[in-house]
């Protein structure tokens, strides 16, 4: 950690002058040279700094620090909404329609690594708060913005890591319409990601009945979203339900599903190859899935 950076944040905070903070924090990003994946903003590291030097001068005095707070996720710089969301979870209690409004905001931004913040920010009041703003996330999970909706499914994953025994039924709930999302960036981080790093594990049977009902259905993104669950490591553990699953829907002529299939079957076949080799001989005597057998095999 840069004590530079500190002993100009320092300063900054000790002349209540929050545009100079955030200068200071701009200074260690690229800015508007930002090029590809780049955001453009300071490291999380020098946000946390920033966001943890504010809290330590505010605590004690909460209305001031929600203000700040406010101000930093309404600032221009995209650093500054980078900050306000690591302090937003600390002030829900103060104001949480106000709070949340805030959210949803910056779930939107233009911004992807804001949108990141967003969402773990979604999650950490979600876990806190869970019967307080579950309505909210489902209206939020019907909202036009696509990036509204990724929030939803990120903080639906991070309500489920604290695995609390009642919550399982209701997160499925949540997401459920999500299934069918057609949105490329909802989808990524719902079946590969949410549902097989962190729903599967810590609500396996729930989370299997849920997977046998989309997997039943006719809907394109709903099936790609079951098969892509064994596409990652979640999935290893349940490679025998996978292997059931991806075999139903291998039969899918749709180049969306079965390409889904394909790349997901290869993938668990890599880490378990006992369990996946004997589906792939099957599929190669079967007309309506020898295709899917052959590119599965390509990926290997």
């Given at each position: 950690?840069?004590?530079?950076?500190?002993?100009?944040?320092?300063?900054?905070?000790?002349?209540?002058?929050?545009?100079?903070?955030?200068?200071?924090?701009?200074?260690?990003?690229?800015?508007?040279?930002?090029?590809?994946?780049?955001?453009?903003?300071?490291?999380?590291?020098?946000?946390?700094?920033?966001?943890?030097?504010?809290?330590?001068?505010?605590?004690?005095?909460?209305?001031?620090?929600?203000?700040?707070?406010?101000?930093?996720?309404?600032?221009?710089?995209?650093?500054?909404?980078?900050?306000?969301?690591?302090?937003?979870?600390?002030?829900?209690?103060?104001?949480?329609?106000?709070?949340?409004?805030?959210?949803?905001?910056?779930?939107?931004?233009?911004?992807?690594?804001?949108?990141?913040?967003?969402?773990?920010?979604?999650?950490?009041?979600?876990?806190?708060?869970?019967?307080?703003?579950?309505?909210?996330?489902?209206?939020?999970s019907k909202h036009?913005?696509?990036?509204?909706?990724?929030?939803?499914?990120?903080?639906?994953?991070?309500?489920?890591?604290?695995?609390?025994?009642?919550?399982?039924?209701?997160?499925?709930?949540?997401?459920?319409?999500?299934?069918?999302?057609?949105?490329?960036?909802?989808?990524?981080?719902?079946?590969?990601?949410?549902?097989?790093l962190v729903l599967?594990?810590?609500?396996?049977?729930?989370?299997?009945?849920?997977?046998?009902?989309?997997?039943?259905?006719?809907?394109?993104?709903?099936?790609?979203?079951?098969?892509?669950?064994?596409?990652?490591?979640?999935?290893?553990?349940?490679?025998?339900?996978?292997?059931?699953?991806?075999?139903d829907l291998a039969?899918?002529?749709?180049?969306?599903?079965?390409?889904?299939?394909?790349?997901?079957?290869?993938?668990?076949?890599?880490?378990?190859?006992?369990?996946?080799?004997?589906?792939?001989?099957?599929?190669?005597?079967?007309?309506?899935?020898?295709?899917?057998?052959?590119?599965?095999?390509?990926?290997?």
């Amino acid at each position: 950690m840069s004590t530079d950076l500190q002993t100009e944040l320092e300063n900054a905070l000790a002349a209540d002058d929050l545009d100079a903070l955030i200068a200071a924090l701009a200074k260690r990003g690229s800015g508007a040279l930002a090029v590809g994946a780049d955001p453009g903003t300071a490291k999380s590291a020098d946000i946390g700094l920033a966001a943890r030097l504010l809290l330590a001068k505010f605590k004690h005095q909460p209305a001031h620090l929600f203000d700040l707070t406010q101000q930093l996720l309404t600032h221009a710089d995209y650093n500054a909404p980078q900050v306000g969301l690591v302090l937003l979870p600390e002030m829900y209690d103060r104001k949480p329609n106000a709070a949340m409004r805030l959210l949803k905001n910056a779930s939107d931004s233009d911004n992807w690594v804001v949108r990141e913040y967003a969402g773990v920010c979604a999650g950490r009041i979600f876990n806190a708060h869970f019967d307080d703003i579950y309505d909210t996330m489902v209206d939020w999970s019907k909202h036009t913005s696509e990036n509204v909706r990724r929030a939803v499914v990120i903080a639906t994953m991070e309500a489920a890591k604290a695995n609390h025994p009642k919550r399982g039924a209701k997160l499925l709930k949540l997401i459920d319409p999500l299934m069918d999302d057609d949105s490329r960036y909802v989808r990524v981080n719902l079946g590969p990601f949410a549902i097989s790093l962190v729903l599967l594990k810590n609500y396996p049977e729930l989370t299997l009945k849920f997977l046998d009902k989309h997997a039943r259905r006719k809907n394109e993104s709903a099936r790609w979203n079951v098969a892509m669950v064994w596409s990652a490591v979640g999935g290893r553990k349940y490679a025998v339900e996978g292997v059931r699953l991806l075999h139903d829907l291998a039969s899918d002529e749709r180049r969306f599903v079965w390409r889904a299939v394909a790349s997901a079957a290869a993938k668990l076949g890599r880490a378990k190859p006992e369990v996946v080799k004997p589906l792939f001989k099957k599929w190669k005597a079967d007309p309506t899935r020898k295709h899917v057998a052959e590119v599965a095999e390509r990926y290997l």
